[in-house]
């Protein structure tokens, strides 16, 4: 019988507009495209024999019903939760269900920008926060879950 939670799998959500990295802003976000970062942590991934669900969505409701889906049966998450971070508590609350690790991540340096930005409502239920390093940052947060078995 299988029961609850599979072996070696962390999700990886990005919320919304994060779908236009490599155009978006480039002084800010970057060149690289979320396809070349979701690239990057499924090799990272594949090496510890872990494998890395990478969905991104630009819709909160489609966020939280996959994070109440995939819970179970991921290790950990890293999130992404874009512009959500800062206001969205429906997004906060499905992030406090949850009892597995999960780490946010933000490409920026989000404490450097405008005030609202520095304010995320998600921050106080996660595990931590990674911000201003961009790319590498994803890669950080999985080394984290990686190292600390969470898959
Ligand atoms: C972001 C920062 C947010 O303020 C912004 O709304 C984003 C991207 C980041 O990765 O730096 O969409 O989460």
Do not use: W
Not at 118 to 123: E, G, H, K, L, Q
Not at 142 to 150: D, F, K, M
């Amino acid at each position: 019988m299988t029961t609850g939670k599979q072996t070696s799998k962390i999700l990886v959500l990005h919320g919304p507009n994060l779908n236009m990295l490599g155009t978006r802003e480039p002084g800010i976000y970057g060149t690289d495209t979320l396809d070349s970062i979701d690239q990057r942590l499924v090799t990272m991934g594949r090496e510890h024999s872990i494998s890395v669900e990478c969905v991104q969505s630009n819709h909160e409701g489609e966020l939280i019903d996959i994070l109440q889906a995939r819970a179970s049966s991921v290790g950990g998450v890293i999130i992404n939760p874009g512009a959500l971070t800062h206001y969205s508590i429906a997004l906060r609350d499905a992030l406090s269900a949850i009892s597995i690790p999960a780490i946010e991540v933000h490409l920026s340096n989000v404490h450097a920008r405008e005030d609202f930005r520095r304010i995320s409502v998600t921050a106080p239920v996660v595990t931590g926060q990674i911000a201003g390093f961009g790319p590498e940052g994803y890669l950080l947060a999985l080394r984290y879950l990686i190292e600390r078995g969470a898959s």
